[in-house]
């Protein structure tokens, strides 16, 4: 997460691992990623920007 948390775009793809995986689920800023309601990521993402 310290790397995710303070890059300038991300490309978030799952959701899942594997064949439940591959698709874009968000992109942008962290911020705009942590915003994403099913993103695994955007969830540890979130309390890591204290949003």
Known sequence: MDVIK???HIIDVGPEGGR???EILATGTPEKVAKHKTSHTARFLKKELGM
């Open 6 to 8: 303070i890059a300038d």
């Open 20 to 22: 439940g995986g591959g």
